[in-house]
């Protein structure tokens, strides 16, 4: 299952430039990240399973009529993606961005952008590794797509923010949060009660 992240659409534009199918793409109509099962029978919004298998099912942030999505860092959590037709996965290129802080910089890993693969990769052997971020297409099937990511294990802390860019076209901003915390369950982590604490805004805690 995948994390309900919701878009924002640009009044100037609906069409992102590219091509699915010989016709212009245009991602996500609705612009929403939803949930999608295996099957593919119908997206449905459940915020709660990146929370659980982040433990992070206990904060409040992710209950609600707008959640946030509270990961934490070298963990993995997927996102649905939907599309206004079918979707040919060669035909223009997927980007993932993410950001963190005012002004964000690839030097200081605060602007992260991922080229996301042409293809399916089920067994996310791409994930094995913490050092930085990955990711994957887990699934694809007319105009769904479902892609796996995972942040280092030393991804800054704070209030991140998402975004998809197809082809040449706009950027798409995600209006949902993404919180980005500590992980006391990772390895090597030096102290896991001060790790834990010191990363959780206190309004976040239920």
Known sequence: ????????????????????????????????????????????????DNAKTNNTQLYKA?????????????????????????FEMESVPLQAIFTVGKRPSERDGTLVTLAVPNTVDREGRVHETTDHWTVSVSFHSNDMMVLKFRSPSRAPVGK????????????????????????????????????????????MRR
């Open 62 to 86: 992710v209950y609600g009529a707008y959640p946030s999505c509270v990961l934490r860092r070298g963990n993995l959590f997927k996102v649905g993606v939907r599309f206004s037709q079918f």
């Open 160 to 203: 991140w923010s998402m975004s998809l860019k197809l082809g040449d076209g706009e950027v798409r901003p995600a209006k949902t949060p993404i919180y980005i915390i500590c992980n006391p369950w990772l390895p090597g982590t030096p102290n896991p009660r001060i790790c834990y604490h010191a990363s959780e805004p206190a309004n």
């Open 1 to 48: 299952m995948s994390m309900l992240l919701e878009f924002t659409r640009s009044r100037s534009s609906s069409m992102l430039m590219g091509h699915a199918s010989g016709k212009r793409a245009d991602l996500c109509r609705p612009l929403l990240f939803s949930t999608v099962n295996e099957r593919m029978e119908k997206p449905r919004a459940a915020p709660l």
